[in-house]
Each structure stands twice: as structure tokens, then as C-alpha cells.
């Protein structure tokens, strides 16, 4: 499988000469299986440009090959980490959604939802029964949330979800849920973000990648190395390829910022390391982090891993337009 990185900021894009080298769309990851079928991980700004280049890519083989006989790219996974705004506010502006023939299946962590609308205990009970057959429910938590965001009468958009062309389906997942086909996604939940968030285990033949969205890691609650919400990620986490995840802050930065839902990327070079990844890859970056200061951190984190924890593990702060083959 090919990864690509559409989007590596966090919390707003931003803009600007001093953004560059690194980029300033919000977080958005294209993979592309062996046989070419496409997924995308969190749908930021960046999902845009990932939407234009599936649909040239669609257009050109059509082109090139009159026969057929190419496999479809028309079938979409899109994984969502969370529902904060940096990890949805490109969706509206995913040209797929808008073009017949696209079937678009939306996946998430059903929690925060949950959560959220305070139901009572039978009522939930019914609603995992619902949810675990994985229709494409009308029901789904997920759905509504999209509703929110295409909410005509409320002027946030000026297209309901019910007008798209494609075939758009929402997908609420729980902790330990698989999505298989061709791709093998693991799907477990975690407490690691205001909300919670869903952390992704990927694999094709063999090889894997992790990918986290926000995460917080939670040692500091219990004075120890690692919290429990960290040792669970390491155990999600163990032996895979490539690490991809949330290390926002320096570690001056993150005693500011202590409950903002990041780590600082000392601490996840630190689980990285105790996860034994080949390669971890730090992305979200801070709005306020320039080309220049995403440098410096980038070797200060790779200092950090070989020299300090003594690891011969790769660290790389994720740039738009990065590719990582596996
Ligand atoms: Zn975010
Ligand atoms: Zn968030």
C-alpha cells in the first residue's frame, strides 16, 4: 500500500510563505491498497485536493483503458479519527461526494456520540444491536453529525446531504471493530482526545501502519512512563511499519497546554520507542509551528530517539504531499 499526506496541520489551516516546506492543510491521509482501491483517513482541508487527484486518476484510466478491465477506484473508505472541525471541515469540498457512480462509506467511532445524547441504558443497548450489523444506517450517530454540518435551514451549507450525487454512507464503528476488504482496518476507541477518538491499525500483506488523530497521552494522571490509555495504544500499536501520530507540542509548549487533547513529540518518540515501530511519523502540527520551528523539532525529535532513548527507530515530521510506500 501507498501512503500519501494530503493535510498535516492541526487544529485550523493556515497559510502563508513561512508554511511552505511543511504545508498548511488540515489533517488528511490518502492509501492506496495493492490493487488501487482508495481510503482516506480524516477528511481536513486537505481532503479537497485528495478528491481532485482521485477523480484525474479515475478520468485518466477510463482513458487509457477503454476494455475495463481496471479496477474500479469509485468505492471509497474514508476513516474519521474524531469530529473536531480540523478533521471535517474539507468533506464539503470532496468532489467524489458530488459525481455519480461514487460510493463514499464513512466510518467512526460511535462514542463521543453516545455520550453526547445522554441516552438511557436500553436505549443504547438497542443502539449497539443497530450498529453492529453495520448497515448503512439512517440511524447512525455519524449521520447526524454530517446532517449538522449540511444543514440547510440553518445556513451552514447551501447542499443537504441528501442532494449528493455520490452514494454517501455513515458507519459508526466500536472498539475492536475490523473493517476488512482489501484492506485490513482494526478500529479501537480510545480516551485520549476531549470526545474520545478512534485509532486505526492498518495491514496489507504483511506490512502496517498506525494512525492515531488527536492523542494525549495520559502518563501525567499517574505520575508512571506510560498511562493506561498509553500502554493500551502501545499494545494496538506494537511491531507495525509506520507510526503516524499527534506529537503537537514541544514539551515547553505542552505544560501550557496540558489537557488540549496533544503530546508533545518527546512523548511519542518515547511510545514509539516502547512500541518498537520501524518509523514514526509526527503530524498535526500547531498553526504557529513555521517551516523553520517545524525543522528544529523535527531534529530535536530524531536526537531525541537515537541519542537519548538510544533507538534506531525513523522520525519524520510529516509534509503535504509526503509519500510512504509499505
Ligand atoms: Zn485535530
Ligand atoms: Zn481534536
Redesign the pocket.
Known sequence: MNITFYGVRGSTPTHGEEYLRYGGNSSCIFVKSTDGSPYLFDAGSGIRKAGRDILKNENNKMENNKSGNTISSKKIKLFLS?H?W??ILGFPFFDPIYTRGYEISVYSGAKDGLRRRKMSWEESIKKELDVSVKSKSINSELRRIFEGQFDKREGYFPVSLDELAADVSFHDLHSNDTVNSPLTVHHFLHDA?PGGMSTYRVEENGKSFVYTG?YESDFQKYDVKFGVIDKKLISFARNADVLIMDGQYTLKEYEQKKGF?HSSYTKVCEIAADAQVKKLIITHHDPSHTDDILDAMEFDAKNYMNLILGKDISVVFAREGMKVAL
Do not use: K
Request: hydrophobic share 0%; aromatic share 0%.
Open positions: 474524531h473536531h480540523d478533521h482526545h488527536d487533547g
